[in-house]
Nanobody
Framework: QVQLVESGGGLVQAGGSLRLSCAASGGIFNVMGWYRQAPGNQRELVAAATRIGTKNYADSVKGRFTISRDGADNTIFLQMNSLKPEDTAVYYC????????????????WGQGTQVTVSS
């Protein structure tokens, strides 16, 4: 069973930094990333990283956020610098594609979400 456990959200002033963590267990994961959803908005991709190291960022966070995966490929981090009030949202850890029990599942798996609030 795939499980994602997030941590690291909180309240920060504009210009500050936060670091989110997501520990995944239960399989071998293809793409791991972060999405966010602000009230009234659709969930959107923030950043993602593949097992081979390819990274992708939303234009709105390029140059400010950095995604990384640890050597064992089961934990990802999102370093968020120069935070802006418009970054305020619930951030969700996501895994796309997991192999367990010798079978590949082309599914999306989600964490419970962690609130990030940036005050002006």
């Amino acid at each position: 069973q795939v499980q994602l456990v997030e941590s690291g959200g909180g309240l920060v002033q504009a210009g500050g930094s936060l670091r989110l963590s997501c520990a995944a267990s239960g399989g071998i994961f293809n793409v791991m990333g972060w999405y966010r959803q602000a009230p009234g908005n659709q969930r959107e991709l923030v950043a993602a990283a593949t097992r081979i190291g390819t990274k992708n960022y939303a234009d709105s966070v390029k140059g400010r956020f950095t995604i990384s995966r640890d050597g064992a490929d089961n934990t990802i981090f999102l370093q968020m610098n120069s935070l802006k009030p418009e970054d305020t949202a619930v951030y969700y850890c996501n895994v796309n594609g997991a192999t367990y029990g010798g079978v590949f599942y082309n599914n999306d798996y989600w964490g419970q979400g962690t609130q990030v609030t940036v005050s002006s």
